[in-house]
């Protein structure tokens, strides 16, 4: 009874988690009117129901060992390692005193889906609950690549009259959403479906890339290319570069290990070689989209300040002094060129703007702006200090190792991984090293629907619950 339950509320979640930024903009408008931030109280639905399905895990382990004669409470090198994590956190932030709300707000990006991943592995998943998980990842992608393709050709007045900002590109923590965001000085929109933006977008799509190239490669129905080319260009369409490194890598994994050696390697090295030079030409013919100086600029900087930031506080900072929750409690910042021209600014007063590193709005009050690092590895160093970057990156690479090996046996069949015997568990290992991929170079794992998504994944194919 509690394990169907918990397969059902969860099967749930991870459909409906794609939805969530635009339901709760559509709810606060339909609540309290046009123009305010999303309503903490609905905006919290996902946390509640993931707390709910917690609490089901821990019910049936605690019953399933109370059964047992010589029940064994497993407690692996992965476990571990999270443990280590959490109680290096609290440590760091009451030593550097940080306020509780900051913390709380470190806490949910940081670690709660790790610790929804720690329950979650305890308890077994039927095979009944993994295909249909199969299933409605799909067919969620799907709808929503469809409804972000479509939105691409929508005027703004319909995302007005659901309850999106007037404003495009900026995030405002006391306002609505932006529908979209433009790619630098082009009016050339950048999809975000239904989800907070098009890098939050594009990193959940590599979710149902992965799942549906791995059954293209194991059933050869080319009927999967629909979905496949549906959610390709959505993800294309994003305009996120972090998504399509992390997405190629994966594609290049999956195409070596699905198809048989002798084609795989000759597939492996043409599309390689095909998407390099696609790669070059495009930013070539069309820089201002796929370069963009700017933004590649702050990807390359900010994780260099940030590694001196580490450098300097080798204890840490404490959770919530960087990365997405910083977002939530400091000043929206723009930073613009020397030559560039502020004056659009001035219509948005409590927008803080910074000409070739001088502030010139606003002028009556000083301005904190966010603490993004442009990188998740380096945001846990700035906020745990040395140790608890060391530790998260251990982390990722002993779950990347137990993903192709069971109780210290590698999972290997002619010396590569079979996506015949193991379809999900690859497509799930081909998502975790794709956002571990992005996550180099942007905050990969902030948005809920991606992290508790790929966490959970996880969690099914390396339990821990004998």
């Known amino acids: ?30 609540i309290a009117g046009p123009g305010h931030a999303p309503l903490t109280v609905i905006a919290l639905w996902k946390e509640f129901l993931l707390g709910i399905i917690v609490l089901l895990v821990v019910l049936e382990w605690v019953s399933a060992k109370w059964k047992m004669d010589n029940g064994k409470w497993i407690i692996d090198v992965i476990d571990v390692l999270i443990i280590a994590l959490l109680v290096l956190s609290l440590v760091v932030t009451i030593m550097m005193r940080v306020d509780v709300k900051t913390a709380l707000y470190g806490f949910k990006y940081d670690f709660l889906p790790l610790v929804a991943f720690f329950m979650a592995r305890r308890v077994p998943w039927s095979e009944w609950f993994v295909n249909a998980v199969s299933r409605t990842l799909i067919v969620v992608g799907c709808i929503v690549a469809v409804y972000g393709i479509v939105g691409f050709l929508l005027p703004q007045k319909f995302f ?184 659009w600014a001035k219509n948005i007063p409590k927008l803080c703007v910074f000409v070739g590193g001088v502030k010139v709005q606003p002028t009556d009050r000083e301005c904190v702006c966010p603490n993004l690092p442009e990188n998740w590895y380096i945001q846990i160093g700035v906020e745990l200090g ?20 069971d109780n210290g046996k590698w999972i290997m069949e002619n010396g590569q991984l079979s996506i015949i015997n193991y379809p999900l568990r690859i497509a799930t290992l081909l998502s975790f090293l794709a956002l571990s991929v992005a996550a180099l170079f942007l905050h990969a794992w902030e948005d809920s629907a991606v992290a508790y998504t790929v966490w959970l994944l996880t969690a099914f194919f390396l339990a821990s619950f004998l």
Not at 386 to 405: E, K, Q, Y
Request: hydrophobic letters at 55%.
């Open 386 to 405: 040395i140790m608890g970057f060391l530790l998260f990156v251990v982390l990722v690479l002993a779950v990347l190792l137990r993903f192709i090996s």
């Open 160 to 343: 007005l009259r659901l309850g999106y900002s007037s404003v495009h590109s900026l995030y405002f923590a006391d306002g609505p959403l932006a529908a979209f965001q433009q790619i630098g000085d082009t009016s050339l929109r950048r999809v975000q479906s239904s989800m907070s933006g098009p890098n939050q977008l594009g990193l959940w799509l590599l979710i149902p890339w992965c799942i549906v190239l791995v059954r293209l490669l194991k059933e050869r129905r080319w009927i999967l290319l629909l979905p496949l080319g549906l959610i390709g260009l959505a993800l294309l369409m994003s305009f996120s570069r972090s998504a399509f490194l992390g997405g190629f890598v994966a594609t290049l994994i999956a195409l070596r290990i699905g198809l048989s050696p002798r084609i795989g390697k000759k597939v492996f090295y043409g599309f390689l070689t095909g998407c390099v030079a696609l790669g070059i030409i495009l930013v070539l013919l069309f820089p201002q989209v796929f370069w963009r100086l700017g933004s590649t600029r702050g990807h390359l900087t900010r994780p260099i300040l940030a590694m001196q930031e580490v450098l300097r506080n080798p204890l840490g900072q404490g959770l919530g002094m960087a990365g997405p929750a910083s977002t939530h409690l400091r000043d929206t910042c723009v930073f613009l060129r020397a030559q560039d021209d502020p004056a």
């Open 1 to 30: 009874m509690l394990r169907r339950l918990r397969e059902r509320l969860t099967l749930f979640l991870l459909a409906a988690l794609p939805f969530h930024a635009l339901l709760v903009t559509a709810g606060t408008k339909l």
